[in-house]
């Protein structure tokens, strides 16, 4: 049998929010442990014009999310982009997780040819839900993925590589 749309988002999101979860709980020790604010933590950037760590997780978590909705036709859930601490970010991650679980495996199943149109401030672009999952949906989750981590690893957080990939 080939591999579905589901199975190559679903169970790759939920394992990226697995080791997020661990992370970002090795970020909070790392900050209680130095007596840092947590918000030198969650306010952090990269660069001036990238979002701060908080928005890395919320954008994570929307990708995840929309992967499911547009793709599978499944129902989404609101989540208002409010988190500003530590708590609320693992509560963001564990409701995207629930939302996650709750996808029929089957809603995805045939529509790797479906139209799915991605509107952004810029415009909209239309996919196959294929190019979609493949070009957009993946490489955009793992790159908030991937930011939030370099911010608490600038920041000091001693995480590593196999932090960001977890238990294999």
């Excluded at 014009?49 to 859930?77: C, H, N, W, Y």
Aim: aromatic share 10%.
């Amino acid at each position: 049998m080939p591999l579905s749309l589901y199975d190559v988002t679903v169970p790759a999101f939920l394992r990226g929010f697995a080791n997020l979860t661990e992370i970002l709980e090795k970020g909070r020790a790392f900050a209680d442990e130095k007596g840092m604010p947590h918000a030198e933590l969650l306010e952090a950037r990269l660069f001036p014009d990238m979002a701060p760590l908080t928005s890395q997780i919320q954008r994570a978590s929307d990708t995840a999310k929309f992967a499911a909705v547009r793709v599978g036709q499944v129902e989404t859930v609101s989540m208002e982009d409010n988190e500003a601490s530590f708590d609320d970010l693992q509560a963001r991650i564990a409701a995207t997780v629930t939302f996650l679980k709750a996808v029929p495996a089957h809603s995805m199943d045939g529509r790797e040819a479906a139209e799915v149109e991605l509107k952004t401030g810029q415009g909209s672009k239309t996919f196959t839900a294929r190019d979609y999952v493949l070009g957009f949906a993946i490489p955009n989750f793992y790159f908030h993925v991937t930011t939030a981590y370099d911010i608490l690893r600038h920041k000091g957080v001693p995480i590593g590589k196999l932090d960001y990939i977890g238990r294999v």
